[in-house]
T-cell receptor
Framework: GAGVSQSPSNKVTEKGKDVELRCDPI?????LYWYRQSLGQGLEFLIY????????KSGLPSDRFSAERTGGSVSTLTIQRTQQEDSAVYLC???????????FGQGTRLTVV | KNQVEQSPQSLIILEGKNCTLQ??????????LRWYKQDTGRGPVSLTI?????NTKSNGRYTATLDADTKQSSLHITASQLSDSASYIC??????????????FGKGTKLSVIP
């Protein structure tokens, strides 16, 4: 596609359920970032993938959070046993190897009730 | 560790007034710096890019500055409009080895322009 695509755009889930958020980066972009924005808060780094290198997972807030990137393209962020504080907008961005610019998806708004 | 710090965290100004947003970084080796605008409910989009040799760059009512010595950048908005209400995010690119580059994102400044 022409841009970064995230799905679903909105997700409401019950506390304790698992959720999967998907990110389709721009074709050919080697770098992929996951961030989240809680209500009224700034961007919070979660995880960074670059090519075939080991991902930088230093931003994942707990072991309930995990992410993978299959074939260097699509990425899935999984949150297990969701809690209300997980409610946020989850943003995905991709960039080319040159790091010239990050292109963001529209985000997934996750609401845990 | 590469870091990008933005200030203020939030800002409220009257329509028509000017404002300046700050970005300090410790990213190295520096490649470029971009300011992004994120409207409510949307993904961030690029406003301007600054490379090492550039001190000032304008995009309409937006003017970005870069001081590579002090590792500071600012985004100045002139004659603010209600549509300027958004989050502004500073993103710095640095070489991370093997020909690839890593981006470090600031947390953003939330600007509210009120009538």
């Amino acid at each position: 596609g022409a841009g970064v695509s995230q799905s679903p755009s909105n997700k409401v889930t019950e506390k304790g359920k698992d959720v999967e958020l998907r990110c389709d980066p721009i074709s050919g972009h080697t770098a992929l970032y996951w961030y989240r924005q809680s209500l009224g808060q700034g961007l919070e780094f979660l995880i960074y993938f670059q090519g075939n290198s080991a991902p930088d997972k230093s931003g994942l807030p707990s072991d309930r959070f995990s992410a993978e990137r299959t074939g260097g393209s699509v990425s899935t962020l999984t949150i297990q046993r969701t809690q209300q504080e997980d409610s946020a907008v989850y943003l995905c961005a991709s960039s080319p190897r040159t790091g010239a610019e990050a292109f963001f998806g529209q985000g997934t708004r996750l609401t845990v009730v | 560790k590469n870091q990008v710090e933005q200030s203020p965290q939030s800002l409220i100004i009257l329509e028509g007034k000017n404002c300046t947003l700050q970005c300090n970084y410790t990213v190295s080796p520096f490649s470029n710096l971009r300011w992004y605008k994120q409207d409510t409910g949307r993904g961030p989009v690029s406003l301007t890019i600054m490379t090492f040799s550039e001190n000032t760059k304008s995009n309409g009512r937006y003017t970005a500055t870069l001081d590579a010595d002090t590792k500071q950048s600012s985004l100045h908005i002139t004659a603010s409009q209600l549509s300027d209400s958004a989050s502004y995010i500073c993103v710095v690119s640095a070489a991370s080895g093997a020909g690839s580059y890593q981006l470090t994102f600031g947390k953003g400044t939330k600007l509210s322009v009120i009538p």
